[in-house]
């Protein structure tokens, strides 16, 4: 069976030209669309029916960084392990906790500005690790890139815990 990357005849790497995705993804799609198969038998109808959704999955998959990387990584035999491999680097430990301290105090002292600079810092974060994981993976060092893809799995559940304190904080 052929990988997300076979699918939409595009190289196997994190650097990813997102126009040739769309492109590809938009062609594959016309391929399978229920609209060709009006006449056709019901097993080729379930057919172009797993196609396009298997074509959704991959364009899902390949169009987020995260994603990309995570499958990535497995794609070349480096299981994340994240209910099991928990461990991460005493740094980043650290700073997790300073920003929980920060989530906790803005929320508390109802204070948006502090809130909107642990936003920022937070979406800086996921930049560095995102450019880190793109070139690790880029260079074939894919369980190094696996540590970091681990670490922003990390960042994205804390991204979406400082979106709900500014919906609490903005009703």
Partial sequence: MQNHF??????????????ALEQAYHEVQNQTHPDRFVNATSAEK???MQWTT???????????PFKRAAYLCE????????????????????????????LDDAR?????????????????????????????????????????VRQLMFLEKFGEEIGNAFAVLES
């Fill in 6 to 19: 076979e699918l939409f005849q595009l190289p196997q790497r994190f650097t990813l030209d997102t126009s």
């Fill in 46 to 48: 379930r057919v172009a």
């Fill in 54 to 64: 298997r074509a959704n999955e991959a364009y899902q998959t390949l169009k987020s």
């Fill in 75 to 102: 794609l070349n035999g480096v299981a994340l392990e994240v209910e099991s491999n928990t461990a991460m680097p005493t740094a980043f430990l650290m700073q997790q906790m300073e920003w929980r301290e920060t």
């Fill in 108 to 148: 508390a002292e109802k204070n948006l500005a502090a809130l909107e600079q642990l936003d920022e810092e937070l979406r800086a974060a996921r930049r560095a690790d995102l450019q880190r994981i793109g070139v690790l993976l880029d260079a074939g060092d894919f369980q190094q890139a696996a540590q970091y």
